[in-house]
């Protein structure tokens, strides 16, 4: 099973920038499609970014385009998060997801393994 390990989230005021990264094993991350998921409290966990496995294609939640960038580096197994203009609405614990395949899947019952989260608050 793959394992994910996330990291950069943190305390941020709004209009500010985070960069979460995800460290992926083992090596079958050259053919899955990553992707990121939030969860606010009391809320469903959601899609907020999703890339290809060569990184061509890329989709993303309509609350977080123009704002976020998903991207990956196949050689060092890892895929980021740049998050620019940060809004109170964006706090959440992001979640990193992996499934097999070229599909760029949006609902997390999709997605077959998941990182422990990292959480990212932005103060108004």
């Known amino acids: 099973q793959v394992q994910l390990v996330e990291s950069g989230g943190g305390l941020v005021q709004a209009g500010g920038s985070l960069r979460l990264s995800c460290a992926a094993s083992p090596l079958t991350f050259g053919t899955s499609t990553m992707a990121w998921f939030r969860q606010a409290p009391g809320q469903e966990r959601e899609f907020v970014a999703a890339?290809?496995?060569?990184?061509?294609?890329?989709a993303y939640a309509d609350s977080v385009k123009g704002r976020f960038t998903i991207s990956r580096d196949n050689a060092k197994n890892a895929v980021c998060l740049q998050m620019n203009g940060l809004k109170p609405e964006d706090t959440a614990i992001y979640y990193c997801?992996?499934?097999?395949?070229?599909?760029?899947?949006?609902?997390?019952?999709?997605?077959?393994?998941w990182g422990q989260g990292t959480q990212v608050t932005v103060s108004s």
């Open positions: 890339i290809s496995p060569t990184g061509a294609n890329t």
């Open positions: 997801a992996v499934r097999s395949g070229y599909a760029l899947v949006q609902s997390r019952l999709d997605y077959n393994s």
